[in-house]
């Protein structure tokens, strides 16, 4: 029995403590497949079932309704890949390319201006842009990973903390020993939180040596842990790669045993035939963070090619500081446009399947399958619901197509996640905006003041 039967067995027999009415509900379980006036059910955080409101409301009359009738709901977004306290940084460094802006900008104002505060209020600046934005869960990839995975308890989102390892020295870690040593902590720290798991985060190929790599993969193999790391973002990497070790980053990955169903390689941007064949049958999966790249001068991945792989797919705004925002549903656009641009007929990305990377997609590429990214009954109920009832969004003649191509950020009007309400009406009911702003300023300030 998996563990989604065994949870839905357990929660069968609770009743519903909350009811979500919609014009529209996208369970994202099967291409296209639109309920209408349908409620969701809700209990112990959990999707009890979907049944036609008339129904819901004749078998649990006595249970709270939220109804949004001009309203479509769905699984929350699934930011498969930022830098969370990146968002301080935003606009800082902006028009160079990322070797430039890594070694010139970011690194240097890493150095100066990290600690643990800062991670605190940058992730939290970056909790409330998602939660305005729909997205439910994120995965994380920063120094202080402890700060990030506390605000996320405290905040009531859902994350998958990366544990950062270099070869370099930073205000967390000095070298990797340290930085592994650290990790683990982090992860005991955290291990059975039902919001919260880690992975191992080795930033790129070109910053951990070979021995590094070998004990990362030792350590993930020993606790079957999950490894996230940046791959094949840029050409420079890959010319570096193939002067220093004469192998593209991805064969060296599997020359040192890295390559495997629970590596998610972020970026995959410059990729050969053989990169493909090689990611294909290691059966890794593959965070796209189109904006990102094309921002900082790097390309566009092949996201038709990637999206024909078989592989779990999934989408990511990378960190706010070279974005510059969380916005996924730009990023879900994007994706459907460039799989277009090759002219397939039928077109290679569908709206729903283009809406599919940052939900199932993104749920699948983390490896939380069996616990996002859907709405079917027992998954966590990390819902995100979006109002129709703006003019961008007027006529409605496909929901999910609308959705993909006049959408926004702007149109959320609700989250939960799992089950409990942190955007309501439009407003964050347990982030305090105002102070997180000021805090913002405070640090702008800060940083302009050298």
């Given at each position: 029995m998996s563990l989604l039967e065994s949870t839905i067995l357990r929660i069968m027999s609770i009743a519903p403590e909350l009811s979500i009415e919609a014009r529209w509900i996208l369970p994202m379980t099967e291409p296209d497949r639109v309920l209408e006036h349908h409620a969701l059910l809700i209990a112990n955080g959990r999707i009890l079932d979907i049944l036609p409101q008339d129904e819901a409301a004749r078998r649990h009359p006595q249970v709270p309704r939220v109804v949004?009738?001009?309203?479509?709901?769905?699984?929350?977004l699934i930011n498969a890949h930022t830098h969370a306290a990146m968002s301080l940084f935003r606009g800082l460094a902006e028009g160079l390319p990322l070797q430039r802006w890594l070694s010139e900008k970011i690194w240097p104002l890493e150095r100066r201006m990290v600690d643990a505060r800062f991670v605190r209020d940058g992730s939290l600046l970056s909790m409330a842009e998602m939660l305005r934005a729909g997205i439910t869960c994120f995965a994380d990839m920063y120094l202080f990973p402890d700060e990030t995975a506390k605000i996320v308890a405290e905040q009531g989102l859902r994350a998958r903390i990366g544990l950062p390892v270099a070869d370099f020295p930073s205000p967390w870690a000095q070298e990797p020993a340290e930085y592994l040593g650290k990790a683990l902590e982090v992860r005991d720290a955290f291990k059975g939180h039902p919001r919260i798991d880690c992975a191992f985060a080795p930033h790129a190929p070109y910053s951990v040596s070979d021995a590094t790599i070998e004990r990362i993969r030792t350590l993930a193999d020993e606790l079957d842990a999950p490894i996230a790391i940046h791959l094949h973002e840029s050409a420079q990497e890959i010319a570096e790669s193939l002067r220093r070790h004469r192998v593209r980053p991805i064969e060296r990955l599997q020359r040192l045993g890295l390559l495997g169903p629970t590596l998610n390689a972020i970026h995959m941007t410059h990729v050969s035939p053989?990169?493909?064949?090689?990611?294909?049958?290691?059966?890794?999966?593959?965070?796209?963070?189109?904006?990102s790249n094309l921002k900082l001068g790097n390309g566009a991945p092949p996201v038709r090619d990637w999206t024909r792989s078989e592989l779990a797919v999934g989408l990511g705004s990378d960190g706010p500081a070279s974005n510059n925002d969380h916005d996924l549903w730009l990023e879900i656009r994007l994706a459907a446009l460039l799989a277009r641009?090759?002219?397939?007929?039928?077109?290679?990305?569908?709206?729903?399947s283009a809406l599919a990377l940052a939900t199932r997609g993104s749920a699948a590429a983390l490896g939380l399958a069996e616990h996002v990214g859907t709405l079917a009954p027992g998954k966590w109920a990390d819902l995100c619901c979006v109002d129709f009832d703006r003019p961008a969004m007027q006529p409605v003649y496909d929901p999910v197509a609308q959705l993909v191509f006049s959408g926004g950020r702007d149109c959320v009007s609700d989250v939960w996640v799992a089950g409990r309400p942190l955007l309501e009406a439009g407003e964050l009911t347990r982030l305090d905006w105002p102070a997180v702003r000021a805090r913002a300023q405070e640090w702008a300030r800060r940083m302009s003041q050298g």
């Amino acid at each position: 029995m998996s563990l989604l039967e065994s949870t839905i067995l357990r929660i069968m027999s609770i009743a519903p403590e909350l009811s979500i009415e919609a014009r529209w509900i996208l369970p994202m379980t099967e291409p296209d497949r639109v309920l209408e006036h349908h409620a969701l059910l809700i209990a112990n955080g959990r999707i009890l079932d979907i049944l036609p409101q008339d129904e819901a409301a004749r078998r649990h009359p006595q249970v709270p309704r939220v109804v949004r009738p001009a309203h479509l709901l769905m699984p929350g977004l699934i930011n498969a890949h930022t830098h969370a306290a990146m968002s301080l940084f935003r606009g800082l460094a902006e028009g160079l390319p990322l070797q430039r802006w890594l070694s010139e900008k970011i690194w240097p104002l890493e150095r100066r201006m990290v600690d643990a505060r800062f991670v605190r209020d940058g992730s939290l600046l970056s909790m409330a842009e998602m939660l305005r934005a729909g997205i439910t869960c994120f995965a994380d990839m920063y120094l202080f990973p402890d700060e990030t995975a506390k605000i996320v308890a405290e905040q009531g989102l859902r994350a998958r903390i990366g544990l950062p390892v270099a070869d370099f020295p930073s205000p967390w870690a000095q070298e990797p020993a340290e930085y592994l040593g650290k990790a683990l902590e982090v992860r005991d720290a955290f291990k059975g939180h039902p919001r919260i798991d880690c992975a191992f985060a080795p930033h790129a190929p070109y910053s951990v040596s070979d021995a590094t790599i070998e004990r990362i993969r030792t350590l993930a193999d020993e606790l079957d842990a999950p490894i996230a790391i940046h791959l094949h973002e840029s050409a420079q990497e890959i010319a570096e790669s193939l002067r220093r070790h004469r192998v593209r980053p991805i064969e060296r990955l599997q020359r040192l045993g890295l390559l495997g169903p629970t590596l998610n390689a972020i970026h995959m941007t410059h990729v050969s035939p053989a990169d493909m064949e090689l990611a294909r049958l290691s059966r890794i999966s593959v965070t796209l963070c189109t904006e990102s790249n094309l921002k900082l001068g790097n390309g566009a991945p092949p996201v038709r090619d990637w999206t024909r792989s078989e592989l779990a797919v999934g989408l990511g705004s990378d960190g706010p500081a070279s974005n510059n925002d969380h916005d996924l549903w730009l990023e879900i656009r994007l994706a459907a446009l460039l799989a277009r641009a090759c002219g397939d007929e039928p077109p290679a990305l569908t709206p729903w399947s283009a809406l599919a990377l940052a939900t199932r997609g993104s749920a699948a590429a983390l490896g939380l399958a069996e616990h996002v990214g859907t709405l079917a009954p027992g998954k966590w109920a990390d819902l995100c619901c979006v109002d129709f009832d703006r003019p961008a969004m007027q006529p409605v003649y496909d929901p999910v197509a609308q959705l993909v191509f006049s959408g926004g950020r702007d149109c959320v009007s609700d989250v939960w996640v799992a089950g409990r309400p942190l955007l309501e009406a439009g407003e964050l009911t347990r982030l305090d905006w105002p102070a997180v702003r000021a805090r913002a300023q405070e640090w702008a300030r800060r940083m302009s003041q050298g």
